[in-house]
């Protein structure tokens, strides 16, 4: 609820503070007198749309501050949390107006945006008047209020989850089906390049062993000559060996003492024989190894050419040939496998789609029997209200299906039997209107709120006994919460439960507006006032005590 409102130059108000409470508060004075400037006030603070210049004249800048009191699990909570803004039980707003016309704005001492404000503010306040476009008034709002009467809000939460299934259903199956397009374009394509792919089967890491075995191959002629060559400086008549073996069976046929000296010699030409052994065989082995044939290089050499060539034409990286081909069948297999897919999300479309239809059918039935229950409340409140002719009619008509089912719902009068319907603003005359609001609103509310509802001048153009079952309305509002209102009713008046009155007055030549709560004595001069005009009479104070 709303708990104070601090004005600090704006428009005709130098300084202002105003202590509001719980149940019904009225504020009243002459017209003229500024009631309307604190309604500006309280919304130039929650950052609604207003006067363009609200800075009071001569004053650098304009200030109002606004705290309200939040109960747990207010839905406050879940702005100032997405707003970054800490959460506290006491929410203070605070704005300023330049004389420039630059804004700007806080909520519990943190700078924020007027679209945060507007956010807050819609759970905050709710104002209305016979002018009030933002609530009762406005037909985009009705659907949500007979939902609220209602109480459809699991009913609605499960609605739209369903929404947002089908909705998912409908896109994956499109994605899929223009998925399926743009492969079945290319199909051809496809089949061709899997084919020739296959068809040559490449392996990643092939190209680098056939262009080594392409180089090695290319070079082994005239390393196999050196090769023979050498072999044949071991091997050969007169080659290393033989020279070695004849000169180690000369050694061997020395005799006598020159032969025991010759034993260390003769030792090493055995070693040596023994180690060209050796070589002989390791070069014949290599000689084996560098065998082949003209067409092992022709047959390489093709193969490695094939695999660059279809390299180039896919624009890829020969050893990337492999994952290339396997990228491509993939998308020839989702081709192949694409009518038993998209037959799969049609089936999940279908299924969403009924489920969705399923229980938006019965979300319009719950509104329709709702319906009749709002309406049979509103004409009975109607009746006290000196309206029991008027006929008050929630309209639901077919709409366009969202995520809050497919009703169009309007709340429609009609002032006379047999007289046509319309809609409430352009049927019901200034007094009609504001009592067809103040009916739909006490039967809409039902119980306590967490909402500040203010009305602004509801009672114009109702008086007597009708004016006192308005009164007794709004009180009965208030018992559940915080009720505002500014009224030149007296009936209206004696029901407060806080009453200030709004005075303008004339100090060194400014025009200055001021609010001051009344007191028991004080009220009934008020009232009286409003009873008799500028001149209070006994029977006025009289009629007043007896209002009050």
């Not at 130098?14 to 006030?41: C, P, Q, R, Y």
């Not at 262009?211 to 008549?237: C, F, H, N, T, Y």
């Not at 010699?265 to 055995?270: F, H, P, S, V």
């Not at 093709?302 to 890829?316: D, M, N, Q, S, T």
């Amino acid at each position: 609820m709303l708990r104070s409102l601090d004005i600090r130059d704006i428009l005709l108000i130098d300084h202002l503070e105003l202590g509001f409470e719980a149940g019904l508060n009225v504020l009243t004075g002459e017209t003229g007198a500024g009631k309307s400037i604190l309604l500006d006030s309280l919304g130039f603070v929650l950052g609604w749309r207003g006067r363009a210049e609200l800075v009071r004249s001569g004053a650098s800048q304009g200030e109002v501050t606004a705290v309200f009191e939040l109960p747990e699990g207010h839905a406050a909570f879940a702005v100032l949390e997405e707003a970054g803004i800490a959460q506290a039980r006491e929410l203070i707003l605070r704005r300023i107006n330049t004389s420039d016309g630059r804004k700007t704005a806080w909520v519990n001492d943190r700078r924020c945006s007027g679209d945060v404000l507007r956010a807050l503010s819609e759970h905050l306040v709710e104002l209305h008047g016979q002018n009030d476009d933002r609530g009762l008034l406005n037909p985009r709002g009705h659907r949500s209020l007979l939902d609220d009467f209602a109480g459809l809000g699991p009913k609605l939460a499960e609605l739209r989850g369903l929404w947002r299934a089908r909705a998912k259903a409908e896109a994956e199956r499109a994605a899929a089906q223009a998925a399926v397009a743009a492969l079945r374009a290319e199909e051809e394509y496809l089949r061709y390049a899997v084919t020739e792919l296959d068809k040559l089967a490449p392996q990643a890491g092939e190209d680098e062993a056939l262009d080594r075995q392409r180089r090695q191959m290319q070079g082994a002629e005239k390393v196999r000559g050196d090769i023979l060559r050498a072999l044949s400086g071991l091997r050969d008549e007169n080659g290393a060996e033989d020279s070695a073996a004849a000169a180690l069976r000369w050694l061997e046929g020395v005799g006598g003492e020159a032969g025991e000296m010759l034993g260390e010699a003769i030792e090493a030409l055995e070693r040596g024989l023994n180690e060209l052994a050796l070589a002989s065989d390791a070069v014949e082995d290599r000689l084996r190894e560098m065998e082949f044939s003209p067409a092992d290089l022709e047959a390489c050499e093709e193969r490695l050419f094939a695999i660059r060539g279809l390299a180039r034409k896919y624009e890829v990286q020969p050893d990337d040939l492999a994952d290339h081909a396997e990228t491509l069948r993939a998308k020839l297999e989702q081709v192949d496998a694409s009518d038993a897919a998209l037959g799969a999300l049609g089936a999940a479309c279908e299924a969403a789609q009924a489920a969705y239809l399923a229980a938006a059918e019965e979300l319009s039935t719950a509104r329709r029997k709702a319906a009749a229950e709002l309406d049979s409340a509103v004409m009975a409140e109607l009746a006290p209200l000196k309206m029991e002719r008027a006929v008050f009619t929630t309209e639901i008509t077919a709409g366009e299906a969202g995520p809050e089912g497919f009703d169009a719902v309007s709340f429609v009068v009609a002032t006379n039997p047999g007289a046509p319907t319309g809609p409430l603003a352009k049927i019901a005359s200034g007094g009609e209107l504001s009592r067809f609001l103040l009916a739909l609103k006490v039967c809409l509310t039902g119980g306590a709120s967490d909402v500040t509802m203010i009305f602004d001048e509801i009672d114009r153009g109702v008086g007597g006994a009708t004016a006192d079952a308005v009164g007794r309305r709004l009180r009965a509002l208030g018992e559940g919460g915080q009720v505002l209102v500014v009224t030149h009713s007296p009936q209206v008046a004696a029901l407060g439960q806080h009453h200030w009155r709004v005075e303008k007055s004339v100090t060194d030549g400014q025009t200055l507006s001021t609010v001051k709560p009344l007191g028991p004595e004080e009220r009934i001069d008020e009232v009286a006032r409003m009873i008799s005009g500028d001149t209070i009479t006994h029977e006025a104070r009289a009629a007043a005590k007896a209002l009050l």
